[in-house]
């Protein structure tokens, strides 16, 4: 699937999940409902390119109840060859709690699925531990990694840090492990910097992945940079 056609896919992804909030954008702060549309220079999945190391855009609309639990759809361009699929569409529900004050825990099912190649479609279950509001640990688990009724585990620690002037700096580092069959055990890691002006972010970041997952992944696996442009709400 060539870029052009990749990008037209995301854009209407984008129209059909921006309709039903756009009339709402002068609802009050408080509003329940959270959206955001991302142009990246590469979509990277736990270091790895999922858009053949192009360029794509990227939409998610989020319903959030005031007990914790929520839902929403997240969509991107993919590129993994020739033919389909050229678009990701993740479905999602979890909730989150407070466990402490400085403690938040939050449970997600997601449903990665990818129109015109079900077979690839596959659920995780990811859980995520935030403390003093910056320091995070994920633990994430699936038994059907790509529809290849592989096992997986994905174990995660990362952080987010103000600097001056309103930037703001993260770090992440991620080990992915497979059975041996489906590819070697790899980790992955990213550092980026980022900034808020009004509804829009910018950030720039770089990805990247020890050997293992090169060897899992060729040049897909390489380290790379990533430019971010975002808008939300």
Request: charged share 20%; hydrophobic share 35%; glycine share 12%.
């Amino acid at each position: 699937m060539n870029h052009a056609t990749r990008c037209t896919a995301a854009a209407v992804l984008c129209a059909a999940l921006l309709a039903p909030f756009a009339a709402s954008a002068q609802d009050e702060a408080e509003s329940p409902f959270s959206w955001n549309v991302t142009a990246v220079s590469d979509y990277v999945f736990r270091g790895v390119s999922q858009t053949d190391e192009d360029p794509t855009l990227q939409a998610g609309f989020t319903y959030t109840s005031p007990v914790g639990l929520y839902a929403g759809v997240w969509g991107s361009g993919v590129d993994f060859g020739p033919g389909d699929p050229s678009t990701e569409i993740d479905y999602l529900i979890g909730y989150g709690v407070d466990v402490t004050d400085g403690v938040n825990f939050d449970v997600l099912l997601n449903r990665y699925t990818y129109p015109g190649a079900s077979e690839l479609n596959y659920n995780e279950l990811i859980t995520t531990t935030t403390f003093a509001e910056q320091y995070k640990l994920t633990v994430a688990y699936t038994d059907d990694l790509s529809g290849s009724d592989t096992k997986s585990w994905y174990y995660a620690v990362g952080g987010e840090w103000g600097l001056p002037n309103d930037f703001t700096l993260s770090a992440n580092v991620g080990r992915t492990s497979l059975e041996t069959d489906f590819g070697k055990d790899y980790t992955d890691f990213n550092v980026g910097v980022s900034r808020q002006f009004g509804l829009f972010n910018l950030g720039l970041g770089y990805h990247g992945t020890d050997g293992a997952g090169r060897d899992n992944n060729g040049k897909l696996a390489d380290n790379r940079v990533v430019f971010t442009v975002a808008v939300g709400k």
